[in-house]
């Protein structure tokens, strides 16, 4: 390797990029290209789909077997419909880079998106996780509106934990080492964004770059576009239901982090149980929530019950980690 050569690998690092999709023909198409069209050179680009029942995969086959340019392409498909976090998971496996970005099917990255997001990476090496402004487009891919403006909350540990920063999944980016720190997801955690997120956080920064790098494709698919239902319909407290429970369960999984961290970081103890107290009340807190909007359907109690168990399982959960750490600390 020449010294030009070697000073170009370190400038610009490998980076992986995947794609994700589930039954997304009419526009996983757009998707591709966009991360085909990218200016980043040293690129690896992974299509990957969740066990389609359409056209989708056939699709993803073709453009990659067309494509002549500088990028390398791994194509992966799932035997079986993996979900959200079992997807993620398969896909750190075949990143073979630090710097990962994410990107789905139903939206485009624009070709500087990759350029961009490791420029900030390279010069924050405290950043762990990265992302951009974005542009939401309809359907038809006509524009909508601009995306998310600068938070007047910082990306703090203390916000994080309280649902006060939240930032969006399909403008993001992370480092490997979120994965490698933690281990992956619960296979059923729906909400990647937030957990990928609170790990940053606890191990470094999170950065946001104003410019929009993606356009964000808004439709009817979305869990939170039900809650706008009417307020007592069966419909809309099923999707309630079905919310309250992906809610809380990536917040255990956030409990679950916070206590790895703490085993290799025994002095930011009384830190960490203060952001599990914070956790702890956004439970509650959206419980209530729920009660009260299910109460008059006669819902009230199932949802109360689903509460005081998922209570207890905190509960073990805390207890088996005061043990661990008291039999450590004994040796």
């Not at 410019?211 to 999707?239: F, Q």
């Not at 109690?301 to 209570?311: A, M």
Request: net charge positive; proline share 3%.
């Amino acid at each position: 390797m020449d010294s030009n050569t070697g000073a170009y690998m370190k400038s610009s690092p490998l980076v992986s990029m995947y794609v994700t999709s589930y039954n997304q023909e009419k526009w996983v198409a757009e998707a591709l290209k966009g991360a085909l069209a990218q200016d980043y050179e040293n690129l690896q680009l992974i299509f990957s789909d969740d066990c389609s029942v359409d056209g989708t995969w056939e699709i993803m086959q073709r453009i990659a077997a067309e494509y002549k340019g500088p990028h390398k392409i791994v194509l992966n498909r799932n035997p079986i419909n993996r979900g959200t976090g079992g997807h993620v998971n398969k896909l750190i496996e075949l990143c073979d880079s630090d710097i990962i970005i994410a990107s789905h099917a139903d939206d485009i990255s624009l070709p500087n998106r990759v350029s961009s997001l490791v420029k900030v990476f390279m010069e924050n090496p405290s950043a762990m996780v990265v992302w951009s402004n974005f542009d939401i487009i309809d359907p038809d891919g006509n524009f909508l509106a601009h995306g998310k403006q600068s938070s007047r909350n910082l990306p703090t540990l203390e916000n994080v934990s309280r649902g006060k920063y939240a930032l969006t999944g399909c403008a993001m980016a992370f480092r490997k080492l979120l994965f490698k720190e933690f281990g992956l997801m619960d296979p059923r955690c729906f909400y990647e964004d937030l957990i990928i997120s609170f790990r940053g956080i606890l191990l470094g920064e999170i950065v946001k770059i104003e410019e929009p790098l993606v356009l964000y494709r808004s439709s009817d698919l979305s869990l939170t576009n039900h809650y706008s239902a009417e307020k007592y319909s069966p419909a809309a407290l099923k999707h309630l239901q079905k919310g309250l429970c992906l809610d809380v369960n990536y917040r255990v999984m956030w409990l679950t982090d916070s206590y790895i961290y703490e085993r290799k970081h025994p002095e930011l103890a009384w830190e960490l149980e203060r952001i599990r107290r914070n956790i702890y009340k956004v439970i509650a807190k959206n419980y209530l929530t729920y009660i009260t909007f299910a109460f008059s359907a006669g819902m009230a109690l199932k949802i109360y019950l689903r509460f005081y168990l998922f209570t207890v399982r905190l509960k073990y959960i805390r207890k088996a980690f005061v043990q661990k750490r008291k039999s450590l600390s004994k040796r």
